[in-house]
C-alpha cells in the first residue's frame, strides 16, 4: 500500500459500559521486514493469575498446532479445573492465504503475543495475512470495534473525487452484503474508474459472526472511510477485531487477479469467403455490393449525425438546467443525474401501487433500475420557490455526506418539470410509523431502541463535527427517521437544513421551520 500512517484512534461510545480504555496499539519490528501490530489490555496481577497464564501458554500452544490442519480460521477455550481462569482464543489467515504461510503466521504470532503481552489478560496481534487474539472474556460471536487499526495511501486520488468518493462507497456496500451473505464471510470484487483505470475492494469478517452482525460490523468500518480515514486518498484499511474492509487502486488480493486473459475470436476460415464463386454469380454479387453498400453507410452517417446533434442540443439543455439551479456544484453533480425515462421504468410510471409515502412535500414510490437495485423516488409537487430552495438544498447538501446513519442520495431528476430525488431503499418505513400504533411499537425491542438512539446520536455527531461540512438539520422528527432492514437509523429529509462555518457556534433565521 505503499506508505502507511498508524491512526490511534479514541475509544468510540461503548467503552463507556466496558469501563476500560484501550491500550495504544503499538507497531512491533520483525525480522526480514515483516510488521505486526498488537494491543495489549488489562494488565494484571490478581491471585490466580499463574494459572490462567498457565491457560494462556496451553491456548496459544492449541492455535499454533491447529494452523497445521489447512485451517484458515480456529476458535478454542481452555479451563482450569472446575471451568476456572477461562481463556479464550481465536486465529483468521486471509482467504488468499496458503496453507504453508497461514501456520507459519500463526505460529510466529502466537510467539510474539506471548513474548510482548506477558502481563496482559487480553492481547491481540496483527500481521499482513493473520491474526492471533485471547481474552478472559467470551467474544465469540460478538461485534468487537476495539482495539482499531487505520491506514491510508499516502497517495491522494487524482481526477473527479466526488465520483470516486461516491464509486469506492458503492464497492464496499456491495462487498459488505456479499460477503454478510457468503459462508466464510468475506467478498472481493473491482469496479471501473475509468476506461482505464480500477478500484479493487476486499472485505472479511470472522466467520462465526451471523449475517446481520458481520453487516453491522462491515457498516461501521465503511463509515470510518470518508470521515476518519482515507476520504479521497487512492487506498485505506480499517481492521476491527471482528472484521476489515481495504480498497485501492492496484491488485492486493489473489482473487483480484485470478481471470485469465481472453483469446481473440478465430479468424473466418478463407472458404468461406462470399466472393469465392467465379463467372456471373461472382461479377452480378460484387456490383449489388458496389451499389448497396455506399448507400447504406451514407444512410448510417446520417442518421449518426442527427442523433449526435438532438443529443448535444440535449446535453447543452440539460448543462444549462444544471447550472442555473447548482451553480459551481453543477459539475460534481452531473454524475448523479437521472434521465426521467429511467425513473418512470423503474417505478413503473409513478403507478399507485408502488406509492409508499405522501405528504406536503409529494409522494414517494418505490422502484426497481434495471440491474435490480431498489430505490426510493421522491416526487416533488408543486413548483413554489420555496420548493425549489428546499429541493437545490437537498441535493447539494446530502451528496456531500456519507454516513451508515444518513439516508444516502442516488441522484435526482431535473426534466420537464420535474423535480425527483432518488435515495437508498428503507424497508421499515420511518421511526413515527412504529411509535405513533400502539400494537407496532411493541416489536420494538429494548435493543432495538438502543441500536436506533445510539444510530441517530452518530448521525447527528457526523453532521455537526465530522463531516466535511458543519450542517444543522432543523426539522429532526419520527418520521424522518427511517428504519432499514436491521432496523439501523437513517436520518432524512435535508431540504431544511443549514450550512454554517467550522467555528461557528450561533446563527440568526428570518424563517420558522422544523417541528
Given at each position: 500500500?505503499?506508505?502507511?500512517?498508524?491512526?490511534?484512534?479514541?475509544?468510540?461510545?461503548?467503552?463507556?459500559?466496558?469501563?476500560?480504555?484501550?491500550?495504544?496499539?503499538?507497531?512491533?519490528?520483525?525480522?526480514?521486514?515483516?510488521?505486526?501490530?498488537?494491543?495489549?489490555?488489562?494488565?494484571?496481577?490478581?491471585?490466580?493469575?499463574?494459572?490462567?497464564?498457565?491457560?494462556?501458554?496451553?491456548?496459544?500452544?492449541?492455535?499454533?498446532?491447529?494452523?497445521?490442519?489447512?485451517?484458515?480460521?480456529?476458535n478454542t477455550t481452555v479451563y482450569s479445573e472446575d471451568t476456572a481462569d477461562p481463556v479464550?482464543?481465536?486465529?483468521?489467515?486471509?482467504?488468499?492465504?496458503?496453507?504453508?504461510?497461514?501456520?507459519?503466521?500463526?505460529?510466529?504470532?502466537?510467539?510474539?503475543?506471548?513474548?510482548?503481552?506477558?502481563?496482559?489478560?487480553?492481547?491481540?496481534?496483527?500481521?499482513?495475512?493473520?491474526?492471533?487474539?485471547?481474552?478472559?472474556?467470551?467474544?465469540?460471536?460478538?461485534?468487537?470495534?476495539?482495539?482499531?487499526?487505520?491506514?491510508?495511501?499516502?497517495?491522494?486520488?487524482?481526477?473527479?473525487?466526488?465520483?470516486?468518493?461516491?464509486?469506492?462507497?458503492?464497492?464496499?456496500?456491495?462487498?459488505?452484503?456479499?460477503?454478510?451473505?457468503?459462508?466464510?464471510?468475506?467478498?472481493?470484487?473491482?469496479?471501473?474508474?475509468?476506461?482505464?483505470?480500477?478500484?479493487?475492494?476486499?472485505?472479511?469478517?470472522?466467520?462465526?459472526?451471523?449475517?446481520?452482525?458481520?453487516?453491522?460490523?462491515?457498516?461501521?468500518?465503511?463509515?470510518?472511510?470518508?470521515?476518519?480515514?482515507?476520504?479521497?486518498?487512492?487506498?485505506?484499511?480499517?481492521?476491527?477485531?471482528?472484521?476489515?474492509?481495504?480498497?485501492?487502486?492496484?491488485?492486493?488480493?489473489?482473487?483480484?487477479?485470478?481471470?485469465?486473459?481472453?483469446?481473440?475470436?478465430?479468424?473466418?476460415?478463407?472458404?468461406?469467403?462470399?466472393?469465392?464463386?467465379?463467372?456471373?454469380?461472382?461479377?452480378?454479387?460484387?456490383?449489388?455490393?458496389?451499389?448497396?453498400?455506399?448507400?447504406?453507410?451514407?444512410?448510417?452517417?446520417?442518421?449518426?449525425?442527427?442523433?449526435?446533434?438532438?443529443?448535444?442540443?440535449?446535453?447543452?439543455?440539460?448543462?444549462?438546467?444544471?447550472?442555473?439551479?447548482?451553480?459551481?456544484?453543477?459539475?460534481?453533480?452531473?454524475?448523479?443525474?437521472?434521465?426521467?425515462?429511467?425513473?418512470e421504468a423503474a417505478t413503473n410510471r409513478f403507478a399507485k401501487e408502488n406509492m409508499i409515502?405522501?405528504?406536503?412535500?409529494?409522494?414517494?414510490?418505490?422502484?426497481?433500475?434495471?440491474?435490480?437495485?431498489?430505490?426510493?423516488?421522491?416526487?416533488?409537487?408543486?413548483?413554489?420557490?420555496?420548493?425549489?430552495?428546499?429541493?437545490?438544498?437537498?441535493?447539494?447538501?446530502?451528496?456531500?455526506?456519507?454516513?451508515?446513519?444518513?439516508?444516502?442520495?442516488?441522484?435526482?431528476?431535473?426534466?420537464?418539470?420535474?423535480?425527483?430525488?432518488?435515495?437508498?431503499?428503507?424497508?421499515?418505513?420511518?421511526?413515527?410509523?412504529?411509535?405513533?400504533?400502539?400494537?407496532?411499537?411493541?416489536?420494538?425491542?429494548?435493543?432495538?431502541?438502543?441500536?436506533?438512539?445510539?444510530?441517530?446520536?452518530?448521525?447527528?455527531?457526523?453532521?455537526?463535527?465530522?463531516?466535511?461540512?458543519?450542517?444543522?438539520?432543523?426539522?429532526?422528527?419520527?418520521?424522518?427517521?427511517?428504519?432499514?432492514?436491521?432496523?439501523?437509523?437513517?436520518?432524512?429529509?435535508?431540504?431544511?437544513?443549514?450550512?454554517?462555518?467550522?467555528?461557528?457556534?450561533?446563527?440568526?433565521?428570518?424563517?420558522?421551520?422544523?417541528?
Amino acid at each position: 500500500m505503499g506508505s502507511f500512517h498508524l491512526f490511534l484512534l479514541l475509544p468510540t461510545f461503548f467503552s463507556l459500559f466496558l469501563h476500560t480504555s484501550p491500550s495504544p496499539i503499538i507497531q512491533a519490528a520483525i525480522d526480514q521486514g515483516t510488521k505486526a501490530y498488537y494491543n495489549c489490555t488489562r494488565n494484571s496481577t490478581f491471585a490466580s493469575y499463574s494459572a490462567y497464564r498457565s491457560n494462556v501458554k496451553i491456548l496459544l500452544d492449541f492455535l499454533s498446532s491447529n494452523g497445521t490442519n489447512n485451517a484458515k480460521f480456529y476458535n478454542t477455550t481452555v479451563y482450569s479445573e472446575d471451568t476456572a481462569d477461562p481463556v479464550h482464543g481465536s486465529f483468521l489467515c486471509t482467504r488468499d492465504t496458503i496453507p504453508k504461510q497461514c501456520q507459519e503466521c500463526v505460529t510466529q504470532a502466537a510467539k510474539l503475543i506471548s513474548s510482548l503481552c506477558n502481563n496482559a489478560t487480553e492481547a491481540i496481534v496483527w500481521y499482513q495475512v493473520c491474526y492471533v487474539r485471547y481474552s478472559d472474556r467470551r467474544f465469540f460471536s460478538t461485534v468487537e470495534e476495539s482495539p482499531k487499526l487505520s491506514f491510508m495511501n499516502d497517495q491522494d486520488y487524482v481526477g473527479n473525487v466526488g465520483r470516486f468518493n461516491n464509486i469506492v462507497w458503492d464497492m464496499m456496500n456491495d462487498l459488505r452484503s456479499e460477503a454478510a451473505s457468503a459462508s466464510n464471510k468475506s467478498a472481493d470484487k473491482s469496479v471501473n474508474i475509468t476506461d482505464n483505470q480500477k478500484a479493487y475492494g476486499y472485505v472479511w469478517c470472522l466467520p462465526y459472526l451471523s449475517g446481520e452482525n458481520c453487516s453491522w460490523c462491515l457498516s461501521d468500518a465503511i463509515a470510518e472511510i470518508p470521515t476518519g480515514c482515507c476520504r479521497g486518498k487512492s487506498g485505506g484499511t480499517i481492521i476491527y477485531p471482528s472484521c476489515g474492509v481495504r480498497y485501492e487502486l492496484y491488485q492486493f488480493h489473489k482473487a483480484h487477479i485470478r481471470g485469465g486473459s481472453v483469446s481473440p475470436p478465430p479468424l473466418p476460415n478463407s472458404s468461406s469467403s462470399p466472393f469465392s464463386s467465379s463467372g456471373k454469380r461472382k461479377k452480378k454479387t460484387l456490383t449489388i455490393i458496389v451499389i448497396v453498400v455506399p448507400i447504406v453507410v451514407s444512410l448510417v452517417l446520417l442518421a449518426l449525425r442527427c442523433c449526435c446533434f438532438l443529443r448535444r442540443k440535449e446535453t447543452k439543455n440539460q448543462h444549462d438546467i444544471l447550472k442555473e439551479s447548482f451553480g459551481n456544484d453543477s459539475t460534481t453533480l452531473e454524475t448523479l443525474r437521472f434521465e426521467l425515462a429511467k425513473i418512470e421504468a423503474a417505478t413503473n410510471r409513478f403507478a399507485k401501487e408502488n406509492m409508499i409515502g405522501k405528504g406536503g412535500f409529494g409522494e414517494v414510490y418505490r422502484g426497481i433500475l434495471s440491474d435490480g437495485k431498489e430505490i426510493a423516488v421522491k416526487r416533488l409537487t408543486g413548483s413554489s420557490r420555496q420548493g425549489a430552495v428546499e429541493f437545490r438544498n437537498e441535493v447539494q447538501v446530502i451528496a456531500k455526506l456519507q454516513h451508515r446513519n444518513l439516508v444516502r442520495l442516488q441522484g435526482f431528476c431535473l426534466e420537464d418539470d420535474e423535480k425527483i430525488l432518488i435515495y437508498e431503499y428503507v424497508p421499515n418505513k420511518s421511526l413515527d410509523y412504529f411509535l405513533l400504533d400502539t400494537k407496532k411499537r411493541r416489536l420494538l425491542s429494548w435493543s432495538d431502541r438502543q441500536k436506533i438512539i445510539i444510530g441517530i446520536a452518530r448521525g447527528i455527531l457526523y453532521l455537526h463535527e465530522d463531516s466535511c461540512l458543519k450542517i444543522i438539520h432543523r426539522d429532526l422528527k419520527p418520521s424522518n427517521v427511517l428504519l432499514d432492514s436491521n432496523m439501523n437509523p437513517k436520518i432524512s429529509d435535508f431540504g431544511m437544513a443549514r450550512i454554517v462555518v467550522a467555528d461557528q457556534i450561533e446563527e440568526s433565521t428570518g424563517r420558522i421551520v422544523g417541528t
